[in-house]
Structure formats: structure tokens, C-alpha cells
């Protein structure tokens, strides 16, 4: 399994999603318009989820704004971290 299909695997299980992991680009936008729809309170257990499930810990907003856009990003930030 690819650390971005584990990605979209802990999203689908931690937040309410009306969408299947396997329907989830790796560069689909996760917010706003043409995304997967999420909003803030999605961000934050996102957040949660991904410190978890990855270590990654995300204190600092505007890199949360830049590592949350797509599910490619994160995967660049957990690799990034290790």
C-alpha cells in the first residue's frame, strides 16, 4: 500500500467524508471549490489523525495551510519529517 493510499485511508475512517479513499486524486484540492469539500473542523481532525497515524505534527498554521492542499502534500511532509 502507498503512504498516499494510507493517507486517504486514515481521512475516510477519521472524518465524515461522503467520498471513497479510492475516489480521492493524489492531487484532488482537499478545501475549497473542485475539492473533496473539507472544512475547518476537517482540518483539525485531520490534524490529529495525521499526528496519530504519521507523526506528523503540524503546529504552525501556514504550514498547515501548505502541507493540507492535496493528498500529495502531506505525503511530502511525512517524508519530509522522517
Same mark, same amino acid.
Given at each position: ?7 486517504k485511508?486514515?481521512?475516510?475512517s =477519521?472524518l465524515?467524508?461522503d467520498v +471513497?479513499a +479510492?475516489?480521492i486524486g493524489?492531487? @484532488?484540492?482537499?478545501f ?6 473539507l472544512? @475547518?473542523?476537517?482540518?483539525?481532525q485531520l490534524?490529529?489523525?495525521? #499526528?496519530?497515524n ?9 504550514? %498547515?495551510? #501548505?502541507?493540507l492542499q492535496?493528498v =500529495?502534500?502531506? %505525503?511530502? +511532509?511525512i517524508?519530509?519529517?522522517?
Open positions: 500500500m502507498t503512504l498516499q493510499q494510507r493517507i485511508d486514515v481521512m475516510t =477519521n465524515m467524508l +471513497a +479510492a475516489d493524489d492531487d @484532488s484540492p482537499l475549497g471549490p473542485g475539492g473533496i469539500g472544512d @475547518s473542523v476537517d482540518a483539525l490534524v490529529v489523525a495525521l #499526528d496519530k504519521f507523526g506528523l505534527k503540524i503546529a504552525d498554521q501556514s504550514k %498547515a495551510k #501548505d502541507i492535496t =500529495n502534500t502531506i %505525503a511530502a +511532509a517524508e519530509a519529517k522522517g
